[in-house]
């Protein structure tokens, strides 16, 4: 009998106390939050020696993924370059400053034609509005390596705006 009673009491006060506490609402939806593509201009740079400005475009898959892909005009000492290639881009773009990693992989067309790539790891930092700038360092591949099998490896300095 005192078990049901002190049962009883303790079922009361459960319930009493879950009857003061505010309504816990849903949280936001991520995934609608975050806009799925977005254009994005970048400023690559090898010490003044190497500069390329490229114009992308990615697709969100998942709120930490985004796939696409661009064009670019490269400048290597008097070589002058259109670039096109596919993207792989990672980020976690809830945070307000967040890692970042781009991989690209395309080919250039000047003087010859050649393979390009590069790797960037780097720092997101969200602004008003969806846009966003990005600040890293990577390396960047590129030779004749479809004919010779020689890449270049060089250090890579990346400035980007996101909008």
Known sequence: M???????FVAAGIAVAAAGQPRL??????????????????????????????????????????LGGGVGVRVLMVDISAQLFARIQTDVPQWNVSPFLILD???AAG???DFMGNAVLGARFKL??????????????TGYGILTGEYF???????????
């Open 2 to 8: 005192k078990r049901k009673i002190i049962l009883l």
């Open 25 to 66: 609402e849903a949280l936001p939806d991520t995934e609608r939050m975050q806009q799925r593509g977005a254009w994005s201009i970048e400023l690559n740079t090898l010490l003044a020696l190497m500069n390329y400005v490229n114009g992308t475009y990615t697709y969100r898959i998942v709120p930490w993924l985004a």
């Open 105 to 107: 992989g395309g080919c």
């Open 111 to 113: 003087q010859s034609i």
């Open 128 to 141: 008003r509005h969806g846009n966003a700038l990005t600040f890293g360092l990577g390396t960047f591949v």
């Open 153 to 163: 490896p060089l250090p890579l300095l990346h400035l980007g705006f996101t909008f």
